[in-house]
């Protein structure tokens, strides 16, 4: 069974950091791409970071280019968002999603970020 | 990197048809058969329930069925069931490995 198990949520003050991880398992990890996705409280979703299974490219949506980083360890079956400048707007549910083909197969439970002073 | 537009809301009575609309652009939705569109309930994480404009997942019920047309991509929910009340998100591949969602829809069955 897959299953995407996201962690590392919390209360931070604007301007803080934090990283958020994503165990996976019940597939071979290292095969797949993969994405966060973002949901604030009660908005929709929003796609916010790509990462090729072998890191050869990465991708951000523009509100957390240069604040953002995606990472993965395919030996630890993980993936990483660290979340440096945070901001109020960032405060939302973040969920890692599987890519297959063009679109989000599989996702975890989500971890919530809460940024308030 | 806009949203897709959706309509905030659609209602319709058990057994009818509903049809979701995702407004696009010729960057996105017009310009890639990549159209995925998710269900999701209070508290959960989304779910895939088209994919590639018109496939379903296994066990995704054939009363869902997607289309596309220029840069506007559908939703059709077949014979309304109560558990089919919940938000949708339309998604398209937008190029360069990025992706843009709608604003969500929620459907409400009366």
């Known amino acids: 069974e897959v299953q995407l198990v996201e962690s590392g949520g919390g209360s931070v003050q604007p301007g803080g950091s934090l990283r958020l991880s994503c165990v996976a398992s019940g597939f071979p990890f290292s095969s797949y791409s993969m994405n966060w996705v973002r949901q604030a409280p009660g908005k929709g979703l929003e796609w916010i970071s790509y990462?090729?299974?072998?890191?050869?490219?990465?991708r951000y949506a523009d509100s957390v280019k240069g604040r953002f980083t995606i990472s993965r360890d395919n030996a630890k079956n993980s993936l990483y968002l660290l979340m440096n400048g945070l901001r109020a707007e960032d405060t939302a549910v973040y969920y890692c999603a599987r890519d297959w083909q063009w679109h989000f197969d599989y996702w975890g439970q989500g971890s919530l970020v809460a940024v308030a002073s | 990197q806009s949203a897709l537009t959706q309509p905030r809301s659609v209602s319709g009575s058990p057994g009818q048809s509903v049809t979701i609309s995702c407004d696009g652009s010729s960057s996105d939705v017009g310009n890639y058969n990549y159209v995925s569109w998710y269900q999701q309930h209070p508290g959960i994480a989304p779910k895939v329930i088209i994919y590639d404009v018109t496939k379903r997942p296994s066990g995704v019920p054939d009363r869902f069925s997607g289309s596309k047309s220029a840069n506007t991509a559908s939703l059709t929910i077949s014979g309304l069931q109560a558990e089919d009340e919940g938000d949708y998100y339309c998604?398209?591949?937008?190029?360069?490995?990025?992706?843009?969602f709608g604003g969500g829809t929620k459907v409400t069955v009366l």
């Open positions: 990462i090729t299974r072998d890191n050869s490219i990465i």
């Open positions: 998604c398209s591949y937008a190029g360069s490995n990025t992706w843009v």
